[in-house]
């Protein structure tokens, strides 16, 4: 099979371990005509903020921005569900020629009467950012005039990366933290930041840390509440996940309440224990916390492993291509796959920073390619050339694993089955397990005859 050419501006974006010096380029706005697979700046804001479930969430912009976002992730509600109604001003012709700021009022207006929010979110798309719209004064104005927080999220998609789009969500986020009360809130608490509830996988880490004593405040943004959120400076400890989206939140509270964070990640077993342990050691003056943490880790692998060894011998040897959001999951998914017996032989990230990616150069074996913020052709080139016999990413990578003959597991955030914690490491081995060895692959041609 012919060879696929990769395009020459994207040359500093791919790195193969081990040919050369390890030098990846990262952060920049996706190349044009190379259909990334990475989301806007709008759309990294509605990943964060959607989750809140007391919260009305409006999209200033035309129908198909609110239209691709809708239940973008999935997240479960243990209550309300007002996120997942898409409100949307709908911009028209009219409205860029003349202006939205009058139909943007209205909608606020007829939605805060409607459905009584707890606060309002607003977000700026492509066309509010040209037309010039003064969304913040809308907000404010309608927020005097109902007596809750009316939040603009200044998300404009054309303004950055997905990355881009954290860093507005956060800033709306700010500004209702710390307008709670914190009467009630023990010295050992935590808030648990950049876990969104897709699966139910919040409710299960709250267990594991209520377990060990220690109260969670509030969850960013996963099964969220407004009320939760006001109080959440009154934490002794944020316990961030993801490399990317709530960071720049942690960064503020520690800056303005003094708030330690520590990085965690919730899948694989190795990290699901250290992420209670880490949380453990933070608090080393409770010394019974950290006996009962050993005893739920102990538990709960001991439950777990005899599937897992058993799943093992079906998948040694075979080949794992990755591609995913943060790069802090890709670090889980390589060391939960070396727990299956498989080889990673293609990874990629599409808001991963250098940091990042060092990590990954040291996390894999010689000829892994490496990809910052790749396109469809470079993913399907590579898992050719590799016989990947496993593609790990979201939905938009899914078509790409079954057109290439192989088995996929979606592991974004359109899922519907929890992947975290010891439980959701047993799952994510039996779905990579269906996948790989399901036996419609031998009605797929050979990968080496694929094109």
């Excluded at 759309?43 to 912009?61: E, K, M, T």
């Excluded at 960064?251 to 342990?277: N, V």
């Excluded at 390589?334 to 250098?354: E, F, P």
Aim: charged letters at 25%.
């Amino acid at each position: 099979m012919p060879s696929i050419p990769i395009l020459e501006e994207r040359q500093a974006q791919i790195h193969r371990k081990g040919s050369a010096p390890f030098e990846m380029t990262c952060g920049k706005h996706s190349l044009a005509g190379s259909v990334s697979q990475r989301a806007c700046v709008f759309c990294g804001s509605r990943v964060v903020l959607y989750p809140i479930a007391d919260a009305l969430h409006l999209i200033h912009g035309p129908i198909g921005c609110a239209a691709y976002t809708w239940d973008i992730r999935g997240a479960l509600s243990s209550g309300p569900e007002l996120h997942r109604m898409s409100f949307s001003t709908d911009l028209r012709e009219k409205d860029v020629i003349f202006g939205g700021e009058k139909k943007l009022a209205a909608a606020l207006d007829e939605l805060i009467d409607q459905y009584q929010p707890k606060a309002a979110f607003v977000y700026s798309t492509c066309i509010v950012g040209i037309i010039g719209d003064d969304v913040a004064a809308v907000c404010r104005k309608a927020e005097k005039e109902k007596g809750i927080p009316v939040l603009p999220v200044h998300s404009e998609g054309f303004k950055g990366t997905k990355k881009d789009g954290y860093k507005a969500a956060c800033d709306a986020l700010f500004k209702l933290v710390g307008t709670g009360s914190t009467a009630d809130i023990t010295p050992v608490s935590i808030n648990i930041l950049g876990e969104f509830n897709i699966g139910g996988e919040a409710w299960l880490i709250k267990k594991y840390y209520e377990e060990m004593g220690i109260p969670v405040v509030s969850i960013m943004t996963g099964d969220g509440r407004v009320d939760q959120i006001r109080r959440s400076h009154g934490a002794a400890l944020n316990v961030v996940q993801c490399s990317g989206a709530l960071t720049f939140l942690a960064d503020m509270m520690q800056e303005t309440y003094g708030i330690p964070y520590i990085r965690a990640s919730y899948f694989g077993i190795d990290d699901m224990a250290k992420a209670l342990y880490d949380v453990a050691d933070h608090f080393e003056t409770h010394p019974a916390i950290m006996a009962r943490t050993r005893e739920i880790v102990r538990r709960e692998v001991e439950t777990i492993m005899p599937e897992i060894n058993r799943i093992r011998r079906d998948l040694a040897g075979k080949r794992a291509a990755i591609y995913v959001g943060g790069a802090f999951k890709a670090f889980s998914l390589i060391k939960a796959l070396r727990y299956l017996g498989m080889t990673v032989v293609l990874v990629g990230s599409q808001t991963g920073n250098d940091s990042d990616y060092a990590t990954l150069r040291d996390m894999c074996d010689d000829g892994t390619i490496i990809l910052d913020d790749a396109n469809p052709l470079e993913l399907s080139k590579y898992i050719i050339e590799k016989q990947a016999d496993l593609f790990i990413g979201g939905v938009k990578e899914r078509p790409i694993a079954f057109k290439m003959g192989i088995g996929f597991c979606d592991h974004n955030h359109e899922r519907k089955i929890p992947l975290a914690g010891f439980a959701g490491m047993l799952q994510f081995a039996r779905e990579v397990h269906t996948s790989v060895t399901s036996p419609v692959w031998q009605f797929v041609p050979t990968r080496a005859a694929v094109g």
